[in-house]
Structures are given as C-alpha cells and as structure tokens.
C-alpha cells in the first residue's frame, strides 16, 4: 500500500511538470529540482539494499545523511570538553595551542570530577625547585653498555606511524619536528620512505611481521636487506615489533585504496591490494629465537640498539622472554610496553576494545618482571598509549618507563581534527590519506614547526612537573608519586596498586611470589 502510493505521487508529479511545461514553457525549470527527485525516488524503491529507502524512497535517505554526520554534529555540537572519545577536546585544545605555541593556560579551575573514580594526581611539595634552573632537555641513553653507536633518546618520541597509513606530508612534517627538536620518529612498520630521510630527523627503524625494507623475495627476513636499510646515518635504533596495542595478535593492515605504487615499491609488494602483515613473525617461533634475531639485527647493524615493541598478551611469554634472556645471555637495548587501548592503526573493533592489556597494567608488569630477573637495570622501556600531556609523561615515568612515544597526540600537532577517518583514505586534514588532493592541503613548512613546538612546550610542563614535585631528575620520579581515586572513599598510592617485586625474586622458583608461582611455572625460553 505505501510503495502504491509513493509510486501514484511520483507519477502525478511527474504528470503535472510535462503538462505544465507544454501549457507554460518556463515551467521546465522546476524540472531541473524535481526531475531528479522523481528519478531518485523510483531509484530508491528498485533497488534491493536499503530496507529503509525502498521502503520510504527519499525520505529513508535522510537516515544514511544522519548516520554519516553524526561523528561531526556530536563533536561540534553536542560534546562536552570532557566527554569526547577516544580523545576529549581538552586534550586535543592543549596539543593545537602548544604547537602553535599560543596560550595554553586554562581559567576557572578544572572541569574534571575530582570526586570521580579514576581521578588521578601527583602531590607536589613544599620544597618545590625553580623548574628553570633543571635540565630542559632530559635524555636517556640507549645501549650505552653493549652498543657500539648507544643513543641518546628524548623522554618523549614519535610512535610508529608508516607511511601508507599517514600521507608523505605528514612523514615529512614529523620528521622535520623531530629533526627541529632533537627527537626520534619511529618509521612504524612500512618501512623507510624518502620522507623519513630527506628531513633530517633521528629513525628508530621498525621492522614488522611484514619485514618491509628488509623483506627476501618469499616474505621472509633479509639479513642483506636489513643491512642496507640501516646503513644511513638517521636511522639510530631498531625495534622488532611483536604487537602493537591497536590490534594485538592480529597484524597490521593497509587498505588497498592507500597501497599506491609508491608504497608498494617500499614495502616490496603488489601495488592496488590490500596488504595484511601475518600476525606472527616467520624469523623465530621461539624466545631465544627472537633474542638471537635481534642479536644478529645488532651486528649488521654495526652496533646500533635494538629492542622489540609488545602490547602485553599472555604474562607467562613475557617471562619466558626474560628466561630466555637469562639462559643466552642475549639482552635487548631497550622494549616498547603498548597499550592495549588501541591508536591510529585501523583495527577491527573487537582488537581496539577487547584484546591487549592496558597501559598502566602493562607497562606495570613489564617493569616488574625484568625487576624480577635483575634485567631491568640493562635495559630501558619505552611506553606509548595516550601520553598526550607533561603529567602523562611523568605518570608513565612514575610506573617505571624511561621514555614515552605518543602517535595521536603528534597527529593532532600535525592539524588532525579526529574525524576519525583514518581507514577510509579521505582523512580532511590529509594527515591520514593518500588522496593526492587532501595531502596537498597539508603544508610540511609550518606544521614540521608545530610538532616540534608541541613537543618542546610538553617537555617544559614535564619538567615542571618536576620541579613543582622537588624532584631534580626524571630518574627519581617513582609510583609513590600519583595517586588514584578507586572510590568515592578510597585513595590508592601506584605503589599500592602496582606493588613493585623484589629485585632477581624471580630468578629461583623458592623466591618467586605465589601469585606468579603459576605463570612463573608455565612461562618457558623454548616456546610461546
């Protein structure tokens, strides 16, 4: 009965326009607007796709338009500057008014609910020190105990990111902020581009389960390859990714639409297709296999460090990487704790939401097991997931990192909006796309500047953080230092909520605490 009358109001419409332009010929002009729309309607109830437009031609569109701006009217609309996901607008105002270094001072006190469960804090002292008169570039050196060429690494870095997923605008611009401002610009796993090298900036070289820039003909890892991709003089440490926190276990995923020739050449593969790296390294399939991988990354290397990147999954491979470490005698340089929260790679969202343990639990655990084999003081960590601000930074620290990256946060310095377009290819910045007309828009002059503006202003706030906690180096910020509201009642200590392990307990299973007893037992350097 509906489509019956839809199909009797077209028809007449119709009917009316073609008498009324014989009987007054300027009535052919009303049907250039309705034309269409009698088109579109018969269109709309042909077609067998949308239940809703066949049912309701026209008229059911407006339900698709809606669906599709929806992201963009609550952001701009309807979104508190407190409420927005994955990032609220008071942290991505603070990243665009520190890169382009305008005010950043807020009035009127905090909009956060301080009485809220998972408020979190620092306490200052009393004795504070003139933030001034502190390091205003504290640095932490990579590999100075068993590299030829150590590294002297900024506290905060750029995360991987490859190019594929972001525009060569974008790379450049990172690059260039890096170079500008002394940091390091992880290449993300799609190997290194002419846009990583012609800036000037510091590489840490990542190589994925794709092994792009070091691949062998069959998919596999080239020791000729590796070698040649790292003789250059930017690329100053190399990190073996495991996971990362966007979708752990799972491998990473370029979109056909973004696999230009270009990228394909990269990465040596089949250009126009979408490129999906396997979920598990085809080098190792043991721990003392990746340990003696990333030992032969060091040597051909010439002595650069190396370390490997994990979101943290099942706690007892973790220990049997470290058991590993204590059977071969093979260390990495440094590790990568991510997130599982998830960042700027597309993922399914089962992986972004569901799979991965979090940041602070991760990194937690992390620092607590390489404490229990007395590794820790030979290694440094590295963390990433969400450290936006100077108090981010100091948190991260304060569970035991030695330096952060941030991928999100030197995006938004590049101008991103979170459109939340990433896996389209239409991202309207042009930061993350491969459109040729949107990455146009981005200009790598000014916004190279704006990172490494952004980072310069968040390392200041750090440092005063510092200061305003009398603390005189990073290396003396400890868990004692934030707290965290667990209920309205109740106010928990990080030392509290991550209780730290007695160095080398797990060393011998008579020390091992019982809550590890289980994992400690089924953790093995033989297999995963």
Not at 47 to 66: C, D, E, S
Request: net charge neutral; aromatic share 10%.
């Amino acid at each position: 009965m509906r489509n019956d009358f839809v199909i009797f109001s077209l028809v007449s419409v119709a009917i009316v326009v073609a008498v009324g332009f014989f009987l007054w010929p300027p009535m052919w002009w009303s049907f250039i607007v309705l034309g269409p729309i009698i088109l579109l309607g018969f269109y709309d109830m042909t077609q067998t796709h949308h239940a809703i437009m066949r049912n309701f031609p026209i008229l059911g569109r407006g339900r698709y338009v809606m669906e599709e701006l929806r992201p963009k009217l609550y952001q701009y609309f309807i979104e508190s500057d407190t409420n927005g996901a994955p990032i609220s607008r008071i942290f991505r105002s603070v990243v665009y008014q520190r890169a382009k270094k305008v005010l950043d001072t807020t009035p009127f006190g905090t909009q956060l609910d301080v009485y809220e469960e998972g408020y979190e804090w620092m306490n200052h002292s009393i004795g504070a020190l003139d933030a001034h008169a502190l390091d205003q570039d504290p640095r932490v050196i990579v590999g100075e105990n068993s590299c030829e060429q150590p590294y002297s690494a900024s506290l905060f870095n750029v995360s991987a990111m490859s190019f594929g997923s972001l525009s060569k605008n974008a790379i450049m611009a990172l690059n260039g902020g890096a170079q500008i401002g002394g940091f390091a610009h992880n290449t993300g796993e799609g190997g290194i581009s002419s846009y990583h090298k012609d800036p000037g900036g510091d590489l840490i070289y990542q190589v994925g389960t794709g092994y792009f820039g070091c691949r062998a003909e069959d998919g596999n890892f080239s020791p000729e390859r590796f070698k040649e991709t790292v003789s250059i003089p930017n690329v100053k440490m190399i990190e073996l990714k495991l996971s990362q926190g966007a979708k752990p276990g799972h491998g990473g995923i370029l979109p056909a639409k973004k696999n230009t020739p270009e990228i394909a050449e990269i990465r040596g593969v089949e250009p126009g297709v979408d490129v999906n790296s396997p979920p598990y390294h085809k080098a190792f399939n043991t721990p003392i296999g990746l340990l003696e991988l990333l030992k032969q990354m060091r040597d051909l290397s010439g002595g650069r460090p190396v370390g490997f990147k994990l979101c943290i999954g099942r706690r007892s491979e973790f220990l049997g990487i470290c058991k590993a470490m204590i059977e071969t005698g093979i260390k990495p340089d440094f590790i990568t704790v991510d997130g599982g929260e998830g960042g700027t790679g597309a993922a399914p969202l089962e992986f972004s939401n569901s799979v991965g343990m979090p940041f602070r639990e991760g990194l937690a655990f992390a620092i607590d097991t390489l404490e229990g084999f007395d590794l820790k003081k030979d290694i440094k960590v590295f963390s990433s997931g969400k450290i936006i601000t100077g108090f981010h930074l100091f948190r991260a620290l304060a569970i035991g990192a030695d330096a952060t990256y941030s991928a999100r946060a030197m995006m938004l310095a590049l101008g991103c909006i979170q459109a939340l377009e990433c896996n389209k290819n239409n991202c309207p910045t042009g930061v993350a796309t491969q459109n040729p007309e949107l990455v146009a828009g981005l200009s790598v002059t000014d916004k190279r500047v704006r990172v490494a503006n952004y980072h310069q202003e968040t390392m200041e706030s750090f440092v005063e953080l510092m200061a305003a906690a009398g603390l005189h180096k990073s290396s003396e910020i400890n868990r004692s230092h934030i707290f965290r509201r667990v209920s309205l009642n109740e106010i928990r200590r990080y030392d509290q909520l991550f209780p730290r392990l007695d160095p080398g307990c797990l060393l011998k299973e008579e020390t091992v605490p019982e809550n590890w007893s289980s994992m400690w037992e089924e953790a093995s350097a033989a297999r995963f």
